[in-house]
């Protein structure tokens, strides 16, 4: 009895509908390098995918999500076959984007806040209570001041 095992192939399709990438975006990220080339069928020529192509597709998906650059994607695939030397580099990459990251938390807070107020202000007038919709409409213009310089 054979201990070997069958991996799976996928189409594109099915590869965009797992990474949840469209074929487009594969195609093109085949295209310029950021994930490998990927094998073609032997009579149709179509693109299979097997599980370490989704694999890398993945995570490639998951490094596009946090917002990172096509270029900086580029290089993390480079680096990661390079190894241990590109190490310093890599962790460079991923801090820059973690930076950015939070940045972007900070102002997504700010802009939750300024909804929240906005939505206190409207319950204030459907009340009546002009005082408080006067105050809450202060403090949503200093918001959105705030929301403005970032």
Known sequence: MSSRTTQREYTIKEAAALTGLPASTLRYYESI????????????????????DLDQVMWVACLAATGMSVSDMKKYVANGQIGPSAAREQIELLEERRSRLAVEAEQLVLRQ?????????????????????ELLSG???????ELRRT
Do not use: C, F, N, Q
């Open 33 to 52: 390098g950021v994930i490998a080339p990927i094998s073609r069928g032997a009579s149709s020529r179509h693109r299979v995918y097997d599980e370490t």
């Open 113 to 133: 806040r300024y909804v929240a107020l906005k939505i206190d202000y409207w319950h204030a007038v459907a009340a009546g209570d002009d005082a408080r919709a």
């Open 139 to 145: 403090e949503a213009r200093v918001l959105a001041d």
